[in-house]
């Protein structure tokens, strides 16, 4: 069974740096595109970094240059490095499995995303 599993959120000022973690559990990072994802309150689940197995990364334009998505992948652990938070940074944060197809462009809708973790949350003030 396929399990993701996160870690490191909590809550920071403005300006401020935290480090997501995601175990995978059940397959390989090498089977799969990884993300991160992240749901405000009354907002959409959109997607924010994403990693293919060649190691290439792709971004939301929000948080380019901030955020920095990395794994490990014979520990299979995702990462995502959270630098210079903003308050609109605030809300769930979660690690997803999806097809390659999708890694590169677009973010997948989250219907289409294989696999999810339970989240961790993350507040900015």
């Known amino acids: 069974e396929v399990q993701l599993v996160e870690s490191g959120g909590g809550s920071v000022q403005a300006g401020g740096s935290l480090r997501l973690s995601c175990a995978a559990s059940?397959?390989?990072?090498?089977?799969?595109?990884m993300g991160w994802f992240r749901q405000a309150p009354g907002k959409e689940r959109e997607g924010v970094a994403a990693i293919d197995s060649d190691g290439s990364t792709s971004y939301a334009d929000s948080v380019k240059g901030r955020f920095t998505i990395s794994k490990d992948s014979a520990k299979n652990i995702l990462y995502l490095q959270m630098n210079s938070l903003k308050s609109e940074d605030t809300g769930m944060y979660y690690c997803?499995?999806?097809?390659?197809?999708?890694?590169?462009?677009?973010?997948?809708?989250?219907?289409?995303?294989?696999?999810w973790g339970q989240g961790t949350q993350v507040t900015v003030s």
């Open positions: 059940g397959y390989t990072y090498s089977s799969y595109c």
């Open positions: 997803a499995a999806f097809r390659h197809v999708w890694c590169g462009g677009p973010f997948p809708p989250a219907s289409l995303v294989d696999y």
